[in-house]
């Protein structure tokens, strides 16, 4: 369980758009500390992310760019 809280550099225009920066930032760690582990050859089970926004949360499964969704800045889409 790997858990942190800061401030982040950007503001954000939306809760919504707070929470995917949030998880694009934890999925490109995610994905590192995984290949550690694999080059490192310890055996290690699919990671889960989890959210509390709803939002975020059909961003990241429908990335198609919506008018309410045009300012999200395309680095962010990593999720």
Same mark, same amino acid.
């Given at each position: 369980?790997?858990? +942190? $809280? /800061?401030?982040?550099? *950007?503001? $954000? =225009? +939306?809760?919504?758009? %707070?929470?995917?920066?949030? @998880? ?11 290949? *550690?582990?694999? &080059?490192? /050859? ?6 889960? @992310?989890?959210? &509390?926004?709803?939002? %975020?949360? @059909?961003? $990241? ?5 919506? %008018? =309410? ?5 395309? &680095?962010?889409?990593?999720?």
């Amino acid at each position: 369980v790997s858990w +942190s $809280a /800061k401030k982040q550099p *950007l503001v $954000a =225009r +939306s809760s919504a758009e %707070a929470e995917y920066r949030s @998880l694009a930032h934890t999925t490109s760690e995610l994905l590192w500390i995984q290949s *550690l582990l694999v &080059d490192l /050859k310890i055996p290690i089970h699919t990671p889960v @992310l989890l959210c &509390d926004n709803i939002s %975020a949360v @059909l961003i $990241a499964h429908n990335p198609v760019l919506h %008018a =309410r969704t045009k300012h999200l800045e395309l &680095d962010i889409h990593f999720v």
